[in-house]
Structure formats: C-alpha cells, structure tokens
C-alpha cells in the first residue's frame, strides 16, 4: 500500500518516483482522496528538487491520460500540431494552419482562449461572422478529411489533472517549475492526440520565460519528453521582447492573418510562420531539406494557395469568407485614434507586456476567465523596434468602443514606447532550434 507521505519525503530527498507511484499520485490527485495539502507539498518538493527525464515523461503521461484522449487515427496521414508558450500580437496558427494544410498535411488544431495580456486563437476566430469554434469530434475530424484543416474550441475533458494541478500551482508559488510546466504543457498537447509537435517558446520581456537560458531548458525539456513517449517533437526558440506582428486585438489580428496569407503581413510574423509552417511539412516528409521546405512555404504564400485553404476552412466552419476581400465585415470599433511619437528617434522598446495589458484593458482580452470579450477593439502598431520616427509620426493606433477607455488606451500604449536617438542592437526573431539530437 503506498502512503502520499512517502511519496513525499521521497522527492523531498531528491529521489525519483516510479511511474506507479505517479499515477497514484496524479489519479488520486483527481479523484479526490489526495488533499490540496500534500499535492502541494509534493509539487513543492519538485520545486526544489527537480525530476529526472524519464520521471517526467511518466508524469506526462499519467496526467494526459487522466481524461479524454482524442483519437485522430481516423484522419489521414501524420497529424502535427503546433504550439506557441504564448506571446503578444501572436496570429501565427491562423496563417500557419492554413499554409501547411495547403501542402495536403493535415492540420486539425485545438486552440484556446485568451487569457491575461495574451490572446487565444479561439476568439479571433470568433470575430469572423458566423464561425463555428464547437464541432462535434466526428464534424472536426470529417472536416479535416475534407478540406485539409480545421481549427477548433477544446472540447471534453482534456488532461483534467493539468487542470487541477496548474490551479493548485497557481497559488502556492509553484508554477516556475521547468518539468511541471513542461509536463503541463506536453500532457494536453498528447491529449489532443497529435502525432508530432512544433513547439513555439518565446523568451524575452513579453513571455513566460523572461530569459533565454530557461527557455531553452524548457524546450529541450519538451522535446525529451517527445522522443520518450515517440512523438516527434521540435521545438523553437523566439523572441518575445516586443510584439510579434502589428495587430492586437481579436478582428485586428484577423486581418493580420488574412493579410500575411497575401503577402503584406508584418515581416517579423511572416518570417515566423514561414519557419514553422517549414518545420511542420518536413516533419510530414513533403521534403527532407529545410531550405526547400522554406522555399516551398513561400511559394503557397506567394501564390495564395493558402489563403484559398484559409478561405475553405472559413466557410466549412461556417464562416462568412467574403471576410478575406472585405475587412469591414469583421467587427469594428466605434472610436480610433492614433498615438504619436512625442520626439525624432529610433524607437528602442515596444514593451510587450503593456502593449497586451492595454488590449486587454480596452476589451480585447480576459482579466479572468468570466470577462466577456469586445472583438473589434485593440491596438495597430505601425512601427517596430529599430524604426527611425520623426516627433508627430504615428507610433499605433488604438481602437476603442468607449471613450474613458480609449483614453487610458492611448496614455498606457504610449507609455510601452522608448524612443532614443543612438540606433538599438536588432534582437534576432529567432534564436535557435532544438530537436531530438540536442537532448
Ligand atoms: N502554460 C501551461 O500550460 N502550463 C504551465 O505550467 C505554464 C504555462
Ligand atoms: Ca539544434
């Protein structure tokens, strides 16, 4: 008979628990005959004491295995799933989805919601008039049959011990943790029952990992976990310290996805979603090279083939295409007003951090899971960091449905701005790569 105790006292003294005594652990963690007081304990000693490789691996399965797991098999063909640590002005999915479904890859997603400074792809999806984010698991999976992609809400009971033990985290100063947010993250991601992932981590002022050594631990911690459980897992490292593409806001970065499915996308987002989108259909063996899988995305960027894919996933979902010709049928605001530079210089910061709370704020985003969302309202940025400006320039522009909040808007978006006269270092968009051979 094991006793949580032990268990315990065992990682407490740094040693490993076996996958039985996890699953006693996570299961009974579940179904409620282990209290808060001793998982807390237990994630504490964590904490300190870390987890050896295998050891979190067989926490990562335990725990995805402690609710639904999403059968894919019945879609054709490896199935890759992409997953960002979360950012700002991030729309990477909704150009990546279609781009590599236009390679006949399939790609059936399951994203979230926005919460905090950062958005969810669930909700841009629901500024499209008419789109339908709840398909019934045979619909979504008759869809990507069909049209090669679909993009939908998380339904049933995806890794309900995640859901549980990231709460409990939340409030006992446990969430730094590299193998429990890596088992956090990889046991919903096998849940939802992809084949191989492409991991986004981000690293810099706007994201979970403020510094890039622990963003690399974490991704070769995520990739470790990939190859034990044999699921191809690639992870990239990038750069969060300003907002990744122009738009923030839930219609707004719509039309960024819909814009750089044509070409006039922001080039630090193109660039990103051309990187993943080339890692996913050389994981799918379209090509074994990752200069031609580059050259290859470019080119269903270049000849709209994946914003025709984009366009079939709109209306298979329900979704009103004409969207794509005509931006003004997404949701608009009532207010808009620019914020300018107050001096000549080169812009040197666009904090990620304000530039999302300031969304956030004007209704764009969740202060907590009950706040009910305004699609049409959040940020355009027209510049990005190294941009010369003269004083008078249009710095963003702030889109608002109330006044009082358009003017907190426009004084806490001015405020992520630093602009200086000596020229800033570039920050690269991407600082490296991590696959099966780093671990
Ligand atoms: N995101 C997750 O899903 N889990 C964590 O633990 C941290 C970030
Ligand atoms: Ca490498």
């Not at 209290?35 to 807390?40: E, F, T």
């Not at 990038?238 to 907002?243: E, I, L």
């Not at 819909?258 to 050389?282: F, H, N, S, V």
């Not at 808007?409 to 602009?419: D, E, I, K, N, T």
């Amino acid at each position: 008979m094991m006793h949580v105790v032990d268990l315990i006292k065992k990682k407490r003294d740094g040693n490993r628990l076996s996958h039985s005594e996890l699953q006693f652990l996570v299961d009974g963690y579940v179904n409620g005959t282990i209290p808060d007081y001793q998982m807390a304990a237990w994630n504490m000693a964590v904490f300190f004491q870390g987890m050896e490789p295998e050891e979190i691996t067989d926490l990562t399965l335990t725990m995805a295995k402690s609710g639904d797991m999403l059968d894919l098999s019945a879609i054709n063909g490896m199935k890759i799933d992409k997953h960002s640590t979360g950012g700002v002005g991030d729309t990477t999915t909704l150009v990546v989805a279609p781009l590599v479904a236009s390679f006949g890859v399939p790609v059936a997603k399951m994203s979230g919601r926005g919460l905090g400074h950062t958005g969810g792809t669930i909700d841009k999806l629901e500024s499209i008039p008419g789109f339908k984010v709840d398909l019934k698991p045979e619909d979504f999976v008759n869809q990507v049959n069909d049209v090669g992609v679909s993009v939908v809400g998380q339904s049933g009971q995806l890794a309900p011990a995640d859901k549980l033990l990231y709460s409990l985290r939340d409030v006992t100063a446990t969430v730094e943790s590299i193998p429990l947010i890596a088992s956090s993250i990889m046991s919903k991601k096998i849940a939802a029952g992809a084949d191989a992932f492409v991991l986004d981590v981000k690293t810099g002022s706007g994201a979970f990992m403020k510094n890039q050594q622990d963003a690399v631990k974490l991704a070769k911690t995520m990739v470790q976990i990939g190859l034990h459980s044999k699921r191809t897992t690639v992870a990239i490292i990038t750069d969060m310290n300003q907002p990744l593409g122009r738009g923030i806001g839930n219609s707004l970065e719509i039309k960024e996805a819909i814009l750089t499915l044509q070409g006039y996308g922001a080039p630090r987002l193109t660039e990103l979603c051309i990187e993943l989108a080339a890692i996913m259909i050389e994981l799918a063996g379209i090509t074994s090279k990752s200069e031609r899988a580059r050259e290859l995305v470019k080119k269903n960027l270049m000849n709209k083939k994946a914003l025709v894919k984009f366009s079939e996933m709109i209306e298979a979902q329900g979704g009103n295409p004409s969207v794509i010709d005509d931006l003004s049928l997404l949701p608009q605001a009532s207010f808009r007003q620019d914020i300018l530079a107050t001096k000549t210089g080169y812009i040197t910061e666009i904090d990620p951090m304000e530039v999302g709370i300031t969304a956030m704020q004007l209704g764009a985003g969740r202060e907590n899971r009950d706040t009910v969302i305004d699609l049409g309202v959040g940020l355009e940025l027209k510049h990005q960091i190294g941009d010369f400006v003269n004083m008078g320039d249009t710095l963003a522009t702030v889109y608002a449905n109330d006044k009082r909040l358009l003017e907190d808007a426009l004084a806490r978006g001015a405020s992520a701005f630093v602009l200086d006269m000596k020229n800033p270092p570039l920050l690269p968009l991407i600082y490296g790569k991590i696959t099966a051979e780093d671990v």
